[in-house]
């Protein structure tokens, strides 16, 4: 079965730093790759997503993530984050096939600070 | 707005009491998911239905049930509840639900069982 590995369950940033969380899964192949937020209260709002074709997606809120095969990794990237940044990011996969659901990592909480 | 309806957005009960929660997908979308969002077992899938039929099952308590209704919205019902049934809920909709359909998440049902 597919997993999915956030290993930062908290990470604080100083606002207009960059930012990078770290996504690993555990899959055969290459899955589906996704990124969501989930801010204080709220729902879960897609950043991006990565099917195929060019490894470095471009997300919402100038989020973007690369996904490297080599290590089966899809770490989020901002280059310079914001106070509404704060939030709790999650990394997802499905399998590349089929119908499948998606399997959620535990999340990595972020704070930012002034 | 991701275009999926949850309500009620809050819902307190009682320990032994049965609930019902509401799902209308996003126009178009012929799946519905259910997920479970708690503190201790994180972003847990609980069912899918496509296009009225239950597609997959995933960590649904038995006292647990859903159905999709012929207009595509979707009910999660919740019985004998039990003080640790208290969580988020999301409900998440796709056009077919078939892996590389993007899901897309609802705000959540908050459930407080006292």
């Known amino acids: 079965a597919q997993s999915v590995t956030q290993p930062d369950i908290h990470i604080t940033v100083s606002e207009g730093a960059s930012l990078e969380l770290r996504c690993n899964y555990s899959?055969?192949?290459?899955?589906?790759l996704f990124w969501y937020v989930q801010s204080p209260g709220q729902g879960l709002q897609l950043l991006l997503k990565?099917?195929?074709?060019?490894?470095l997606v471009q997300g919402i809120k100038g989020f973007e993530a690369e996904f490297k095969r080599s290590q089966s990794s899809f770490n989020l990237r901002k280059p310079s984050v914001h106070w509404s940044d704060a939030a709790e990011y999650f990394c997802?996969?499905?399998?590349?096939?089929?119908?499948?659901?998606?399997?959620f990592g535990t999340g990595t909480r972020l704070t930012i600070i002034p | 707005d991701s275009g999926v309806t949850q309500t009620p957005k809050h819902l307190i009960t009682a320990t032994g009491q049965r609930v019902t929660l509401r799902c209308s997908p996003r126009?178009?979308?012929?799946?519905v998911y259910w997920y479970q969002q708690s503190l201790d077992q994180g972003l847990q899938f609980l069912i899918h239905?496509?296009?009225?039929?239950?597609?997959a099952k995933g960590n649904i308590l038995e006292r647990f049930s859903a159905q999709q209704f012929p207009d595509l919205h979707s009910e999660l019902n919740l019985s004998s509840l039990e003080l640790g049934d208290s969580a988020l809920y999301f409900c998440?909709?796709?056009?077919?639900?078939?892996?590389?359909?993007?899901?897309?998440f609802g705000e959540g049902s908050w459930l407080t069982v006292v």
């Open positions: 990565y099917f195929s074709g060019d490894t």
């Open positions: 998440a909709s796709s056009y077919t639900g078939s892996s590389g359909n993007t899901i897309y």
């Open positions: 899959y055969g192949a290459t899955p589906y």
């Open positions: 997802a996969v499905v399998r590349s096939f089929g119908n499948e659901k998606l399997t």
């Open positions: 239905y496509y296009n009225g039929e239950e597609r």
């Open positions: 126009s178009g979308d012929l799946s």
